[in-house]
């Protein structure tokens, strides 16, 4: 009867419609309007079907049949589109974990979005090494993205454990190129998490190439607890980034004293440091109290004016990219102080 499919959710009067079991031997009522309602796929199928009853003139019920699965997957499937997406329901909840594969191909084969969705769901949070191959497999038939996404990550994860399985030296030996494929993904994604490590590398850098010149612009316009301006003494308060300014610090006083700057390693971080102020800076020339400011401002005009060679090209192309790049990081910074709530008041 009705009820026994799914309890007759949404429907009235009595059911015009017989579903099929591949087995031939089952047969579950069902009403064509809930049926209809659930699947596009089933909508054509039934007003093709109940056309043909009616041109008949016999009566009866149309009859659906649902091909590939056992027959209690095919009554679970009838009551699920009964209950529709609701969740709750123990009984229903524990069919989808116990037929999950089989609903995911029909989900897909009838055009039920939630139902495809919760069976992702369900074949996902039970995912092992052991059954990673075959729900792969199921997730590329089916168009299941997030079943599929969910396996790349644990083969990603767990690969050499499912290398050593039985579903993955099957796939090895019988279709080649379904295991090419899946190395090519990982591979794909190995390459693209690389990627992602090494830009948050290189942002890291310019973040810290940023707070360093505004560390550096404190010192020489404010000072700090051991340098400061030229005709000025130091404060006597350590500043709220001390832990940095300290650091930048004691590079400046070994700048200042060291007698072989041309080869000292210390001393060459400060000339870049110095030389990239230069390049950020915009106070106007002979105003800024930043150490040689005004001498490497001159220097790159001088090189901008004169035709170098490729090679000084390259180097100052480089150059450039990374003056750019901190510049970036030093205008989103100084914009996320402003809308900051601290900063609004």
Same mark, same amino acid.
């Given at each position: ?38 699947? =596009? ?14 041109? &008949? ?19 679970? +499937?009838?009551?699920?589109? %009964?209950?529709g997406s609701r969740r709750g ?20 084969? %009838? ?17 092992? =090494?052991?059954? #990673?191959?075959?729900a792969l497999q199921l997730a590329?038939?089916?168009?299941? =993205?997030?079943?599929?996404? /969910? ?7 767990? !690969? ?17 190129? $379904? ?11 190995? *390459? ?10 290189? $942002? ?50 070994? !700048? &200042?004293?060291?007698? &072989?700057?041309?080869?000292?390693? /210390?001393? $060459? /971080? *400060? ?24 001498? +490497?401002?001159l220097k790159e005009q001088q090189?901008?004016? *004169?035709?170098?060679? #490729? ?17 970036? #990081?030093?205008? *989103? &910074? ?12």
């Amino acid at each position: 009867p009705a009820r026994a499919a799914g309890g007759g959710g949404g429907a009235s009067g009595p059911a015009d419609v017989d579903v099929v079991t591949s087995s031939g031997r089952r047969k579950i009522a069902a009403h064509s309007s809930v049926l209809a309602s659930a699947s =596009p796929v089933l909508e054509t199928i039934l007003e093709r079907r109940l056309q043909r009853v009616r041109e &008949s003139g016999k009566g009866g019920r149309a009859v659906v049949r649902i091909r590939g699965v056992t027959d209690d997957v095919a009554a679970a +499937f009838v009551r699920l589109l %009964y209950a529709g997406s609701r969740r709750g329901d123990g009984e229903v909840e524990e069919e989808v974990e116990r037929y999950a594969e089989q609903l995911l191909v029909l989900a897909h084969a %009838y055009r039920v979005p939630w139902l495809k969705r919760w069976c992702q769901e369900a074949i996902g949070s039970r995912l092992t =090494p052991g059954t #990673v191959v075959d729900a792969l497999q199921l997730a590329d038939l089916c168009d299941a =993205p997030q079943l599929h996404l /969910r396996c790349m990550r644990l083969l990603a994860k767990e !690969f050499r454990a499912v290398e050593r399985t039985e579903a993955w030296r099957f796939l090895r030996d019988n279709d080649p190129w $379904q295991e090419l494929d899946v190395l090519r993904r990982l591979h794909d994604a190995d *390459m693209r998490r690389r990627k992602w490590r090494r830009k948050r590398a290189e $942002q890291k850098v310019y973040v810290e190439l940023s707070d360093a010149m505004d560390i550096l612009r404190h010192i020489c316009t404010e000072g700090c607890t051991e340098v400061g301006p030229v005709g000025q003494a130091p404060a006597k308060s350590p500043c709220p980034a001390y832990a940095t300014c300290r650091g930048l610090q004691l590079l400046i006083r070994h !700048f &200042s004293r060291c007698k &072989s700057r041309a080869t000292c390693p /210390r001393c $060459q /971080r *400060m000339w870049q440091l110095l030389r990239l102020h230069a390049a950020l800076c915009r106070v106007p020339d002979g105003h800024c109290n930043t150490p040689l400011c005004t001498q +490497f401002k001159l220097k790159e005009q001088q090189k901008e004016a *004169m035709s170098a060679s #490729v090679a000084a090209k390259a180097g100052d192309g480089r150059w450039g990219l990374l003056v750019k790049k901190v510049k970036a #990081v030093s205008v *989103m &910074s100084s914009l996320g102080k402003r809308s900051s709530p601290s900063q609004c008041c």
